[in-house]
């Protein structure tokens, strides 16, 4: 019989529907219950693509003796991490704190209250590597809540007295100067892994974020090398493992430092932010591997990605059947040289594993290859090349294919439209413009309501009941803000506005500036949660202060402005000291050092050929963080526009920045050289 999450709309939810464990939902009632039986809170949170979160369902969710006693002793309750960052953070930081460590699965124990006072993520069916099984934690904690229950309360009311004082050190509200971001560049500089491209060691995780900043400041300064990292990070990683090489899109990491063995699962927002620092990367150089790896990736997003409604689905799961009726992690992705020789012949399967490095000892599990595109002097034959890589793509999608989260989560869908958008505009590629605007249209009509409040998630149409955190309202104007400067249609810079708008009112601290990752307004936890480090994507805080940033170049709003430069305090503090962990900041920053640039391309219409060779020039500049209104003269539909009109009757651009303009110029090239950083 299934449990309470069977009218749940998270797919990861649902996936534990069928569990013998009596599963609540995250939910005060779930806590009255508690409260009611005097028993302890079991809080389980992972994420649908979670590997280890699969493997503690089977092992433990799924058999009948475990569930029994987590009935008898517990509430237990389950969270998706995506659905409920607010939650996620708040328990994890406890778990950091208590550990030294936190992942998912998450297994927090909490009184009644909510407050939590034992805590892991992972446990096994059976003792292993020194770790306890899950159910001798179960049996532990049941008999420390029997017959210790005073010591509980206390070991948990002394963990919340210390979270609730983490308050952040916020440093001041002053933008970072040219000394913090030089500082940063250096540390960088320290981290970066020369013979193989990023930061740090294994795990190795895209670091999108911090080759936007990179690009940015070699944009505004010349700095080759901050350019040569970000060139050589993204030709290792598309060269590698990580990247997909025969359906386009990136994985979530890689285990080693060569990139060459990936953790599967693909998730929406790695790849829109990567899909955009390769388009980015092609706009600074020209090089072409970054414009075939920026389609590719765009071209995955809306093939696999893309759901009936319009919008973007969360992520794909790293396991499949590997034909076997096994679960398997990679197994839809691998390949040996029997079943390349079984798809290509003899012949064309010793091209291919030459071409792919596909080996005999295999670089995965059990003798199978990662695709990747070894470094090699030998010249292949592209036609060749291509023609194999359509056999091998034909004969994976016979293969069994990853589960899909078709969660819609409004953060990763704006981080897809601002992707989309730019891609579509730098490489003339309206369908993908068109996707953009489509999934901006479903976040308008279906997870944003008549005062401009955000859902977080939709699935299937159906709105779901958990606000909107900080990273929605900031990477959905985000994503608005670029659709504006693609499509000339100021209605974005209006509903970018709005989302904003919120950010001032009901997310910001009015004395220091800071801000908080849950409304004013939103359910209260043991803790408001608050980080401005960047990490799968960026930061609410550091994607809010982007956000204003854009929106006060546009309309000159002051209030949005200072709010931008008051978030960016914390970027000052941390960037020199932390760059990997800020580097949108870091990239924002860059664009209020150069002003931003404000744009204005004005033309009898946005069709006519000479308006839109200056539009596409506009969007192609680097200067960073510079905004574009395109538009008809004596247009209202953006405030860069009034007062801008034609030159001499010539289509023309007015480029100006900190309340000075140039003179307008109907030249593409000499906008072109006003917008080059």
Known sequence: MPNRLAHETSPYLLQHADNPVDWWPWSEEAFAEARRRQVPVLLSVGYSSCHWCHVMAHESFEDPATAEELNAHFVSVKVDREERPDVDAVYMEAVQAATGQGGWPMTVFLTPDAEPFYF???FPPAPRHGMPSFRQVLQGVHQAWSERRGEVDEVAGKITRDLAGREIAYGDDQVPGEEQLAQA???LTREYDPQRGGFGGAPKFPPSMVIEFLLRHHARTGAEGALQMARDTCERMARGGIYDQLGGGFARYSVDRDWVVPHFEKMLYDNALLCRVYTHLWRATGSGLARRVALETADFMVRELRTPEGAFASALDADSDDGSGRHVEGAYYVWTPAQLREVLGEADAELAARYFGVTEEGTFEEGASVLQLPQRDEVFDAGRIDAVRQRLLAARAGRPAPGRDDKVVAAWNGLAIA?????GACFDRPDL???????GDLLVRLHMDDQARIARTSKDGHV???AGVLEDYADVAEGFLALASVTGEGVWLEFAGLLLDHVLARFADPESGALYDTASDAERLIRRPQDPTDNAAPSGWTAAAGALLGYAAHTGSEPHRTAAERALGVVKALGPR??????WGLAVAEAVLDGPREVAVVGPSLDDPATAALHRTALLGTAPGAVVAA?????????????????GGEPAAYVCRNFTCDAPTTDPDRLRTALSG
């Open 185 to 187: 560049l250096l540390g």
């Open 419 to 423: 992707a989309l958008a730019e891609t």
């Open 578 to 583: 932390v760059p990997r962990f800020i580097g």
């Open 631 to 647: 538009g008809t003269a004596g247009s209202d539909e953006f405030p860069l526009l009034d007062g801008r009109g034609l030159v």
């Open 120 to 122: 892991g993520t992972y």
């Open 464 to 466: 779901g009941a958990n």
């Open 433 to 439: 413009v068109e996707a953009a605007v489509a999934a």
